[in-house]
T-cell receptor, first 115, second 111 residues
Framework: NAGVMQNPRHLVRRRGQEARLRCSPMKGHSHVYWYRQLPEEGLKFMVYLQKENIIDESGMPKERFSAEFPKEGPSILRIQQVVRGDSAAYFC?????????????FGQGTRLTVV | DQQVKQNSPSLSVQEGRISILNCDYTNSMFDYFLWYKKYPAEGPTFLISISSIKDKNEDGRFTVFLNKSAKHLSLHIVPSQPGDSAVYFCAASARSYKYIFGTGTRLKVLA
């Protein structure tokens, strides 16, 4: 049973380009969460999705960031017109249900570097 | 607004001794707490959790203690092993899927 798979592991983009980060949840998991870790900080919640639905995007920056979790395929976190401040590690997590007291399993992350 | 605080950015412990990692929180609505361990260039790995109805949870060498009145939790690792060297994050949630993470404590276990 493969864990949460994220790709690419490392992504370098020039300022103004678009970044697409992919996340395939664990088998049997239908809930996906994206977190961002800036240098020297903890992980910060960005968005929570179920298949074809955004449930909570309260942690997403208002502009340039979007997320989706289509019926088929991985969840995508999309960052348009990237800036240097977007450089961070982006982690995806998944859980089997949204039972409040259940742990989420994290992927290995995508390290985005904006040059 | 740092609702979950890990005030010690780093900790060094001799192999075989006890490691104690601390975490404080401010939101009294938090009812579920977790510890994650993270190695460089990897994602966080779930370690142990505790519900607010308990004050202790033990799993092998790892024990988490919760003091609700002090809004404090701690992770005890005994005996500490070199392979435990990593960054440890505590996280909390308030009847929610949304975890609030601390900034982490880097544990170094010296052989």
């Amino acid at each position: 049973n493969a864990g949460v798979m994220q790709n690419p592991r490392h992504l370098v983009r020039r300022r103004g380009q678009e970044a697409r980060l992919r996340c395939s949840p664990m088998k049997g998991h239908s809930h996906v969460y994206w977190y961002r870790q800036l240098p020297e900080e903890g992980l910060k919640f960005m968005v929570y999705l179920q298949k074809e639905n955004i449930i909570d995007e309260s942690g997403m920056p208002k502009e340039r960031f979007s997320a989706e979790f289509p019926k088929e395929g991985p969840s995508i976190l999309r960052i348009q017109q990237v800036v240097r401040g977007d450089s961070a590690a982006y982690f995806c997590a998944s859980s089997q249900d949204r039972d409040m007291n259940t742990e989420a399993f994290f992927g290995q992350g995508t390290r985005l570097t904006v040059v | 607004d740092q609702q979950v605080k890990q005030n010690s950015p780093s900790l060094s412990v001799q192999e075989g001794r006890i490691s104690i990692l601390n975490c404080d929180y401010t939101n009294s609505m938090f009812d579920y707490f977790l510890w994650y361990k993270k190695y460089p260039a990897e994602g966080p790995t779930f370690l142990i959790s505790i519900s607010s109805i308990k004050d202790k949870n033990e799993d092998g060498r790892f024990t988490v203690f919760l003091n609700k009145s002090a809004k404090h939790l701690s992770l005890h690792i005994v005996p500490s092993q070199p392979g435990d060297s990593a960054v440890y994050f505590c996280a909390a949630s308030a009847r929610s899927y949304k975890y609030i993470f601390g900034t982490g404590t880097r544990l170094k276990v010296l052989a």
